[in-house]
């Protein structure tokens, strides 16, 4: 039997994928744009005008951004980094999350209290710099994982979450004989996959875009150099070219200019990370305990 559809279902779908696509057009247009100048002559692109497609096709924004010295040492760095940190990341706060939200826990309210106050204090700039360079952190590789293994909002994020779990499901494991590790690893964490999923693109986010640690702490060592700091470093060069350029009336050497390779140098960073989201989605759910527990 069919139902007929009111006049006011028929106006709310209406406005309803009016504002999707307006959504999405507004959502798109800047990706799009950025990559129809980075495929876009850089003296034609100072001329402006270039909205969904190259007016003038060419790769040579690429070729400077590939052909940056030390490209391959940052990307290959930068990759370990993302993969390394946000494996450790996830593994620390989850551990630590599953502490806290434990309600037998004596200290849980101490411990979140505490973690709260230092997402606002932190010892500023030179102090951690010299606790680093104490520590043997500076020109090493490990200074871009082991300070970010633990992160005060993520913990708390985790810690929600793991709340949010029916605790006959730990009842009934502890009554089976499971321990906390068992029930962690066993339970707990296979019904986390999707605030897992979420912060682990955080972390993975985060670590990738990075850079003002690798100018930071291992300026000098361009074996431990980034993809990002390459790619900044470059931006400056191409800028300060073109600068010169303009200064001496020479538009020869301005074949590239800093907006075109920006765009560039943005498709590159951007591109790992949307070829990544799309195997996380699936897990940004809710409700996966439904059904686990019958009351």
């Not at 502490?99 to 209290?113: C, D, G, M, N, T």
């Not at 009842?171 to 707990?188: H, L």
């Not at 993809?227 to 050497?253: D, H, I, P, R």
Request: with cysteine; hydrophobic share 50%.
């Amino acid at each position: 039997m069919k139902i007929k559809s009111s006049t006011m279902d028929k106006v709310f779908v209406t406005c309803n994928t009016i504002f999707l696509v307006l959504f999405v057009t507004i959502t798109l247009y800047p990706v799009l744009n950025t990559l129809a100048l980075s495929f876009n002559d850089g003296i034609d692109a100072v001329r402006g005008g270039i909205h969904l497609w190259p007016r003038i096709f060419t790769l040579s924004n690429y070729k400077t951004v590939l052909n940056q010295q030390n490209i391959i040492t940052g990307a290959v760095v930068s990759v370990a980094r993302t993969v390394l940190g946000t494996i450790f990341s996830l593994v620390t706060n989850a551990l630590l999350a599953y502490v806290i939200s434990r309600k037998r826990f004596l200290f849980r309210s101490q411990l979140s209290l505490f973690w709260v106050i230092t997402m606002y204090v932190n010892g500023g700039m030179i102090p951690t710099l010299i606790l680093y360079r104490n520590l043997n952190l500076t020109n090493s590789f490990w200074v871009y994982v082991i300070p970010g293994m633990i992160s005060a909002f993520n913990v708390l994020v985790l810690r929600t979450f793991m709340e949010g779990l029916p605790s006959a499901l730990e009842e009934s494991a502890m009554i089976d004989g499971a321990n906390d590790f068992t029930i962690f690893t066993r339970i707990i964490s296979p019904l986390c996959k999707p605030v897992y999923a979420t912060v682990a693109l955080f972390v993975a986010v985060g670590q990738w875009n990075s850079w003002f640690d690798a100018m930071l702490y291992n300026r000098m060592n361009t074996q431990y150099t980034t993809l990002q700091y390459e790619l900044m470093k470059l931006l400056s060069s191409v800028m300060q070219q073109s600068g010169s350029a303009t200064t001496g009336g020479n538009t020869a050497t301005a074949a590239v200019t800093p907006v075109t390779v920006r765009a560039a140098a943005t498709v590159v960073t951007m591109l790992p990370i949307i070829l990544l989201y799309p195997f996380l989605q699936r897990y940004f759910v809710s409700g996966m305990t439904i059904g686990s527990v019958k009351e």
